[in-house]
């Protein structure tokens, strides 16, 4: 886990991109949720599956497609979307693409 307690980062600044491959750092990790962070070189994605608990994907870097319940969105630099829980989806990095994912558990 990184430690960012007490300062300001930049978030995509803290994973970073690896050819051919989806890295990722755990940055917080809690009973109720986490928040983590990726790095997908571009073609590189998440197959189709589902989570038990609601997601917020929000863009920090390039652009990539998220389909959720076969519904496909373009998702770029700055951009927010949700991923209700136990929806089927996916991603697929259209470039090279930086994500922070914050899953939320419920009580």
Do not use: C, W
Not at 9 to 19: I, N, S, T
Not at 24 to 44: H, M
Not at 81 to 103: G, Q, S, Y
């Amino acid at each position: 886990m990184i430690n960012i307690i007490g300062r300001a980062d930049e978030l995509a600044d803290l994973v970073e991109y690896q050819d051919g491959a989806v890295v990722s750092k755990e940055i917080i990790k809690k009973n109720t949720g986490t928040v983590t962070l990726f790095a997908f070189d571009k073609g590189q994605g998440l197959s189709e599956h589902t989570a038990p608990f609601d997601a917020l994907v929000y863009m920090l870097d390039g652009k990539a497609e998220i389909i959720i319940s076969g519904k496909s969105s373009d998702v770029r630099s700055g951009q927010a979307i949700m991923m209700p829980a136990n929806k089927p989806h996916a991603l697929k990095a259209m470039e090279r693409f930086k994500m922070m994912l914050v899953m939320i558990k419920e009580a």
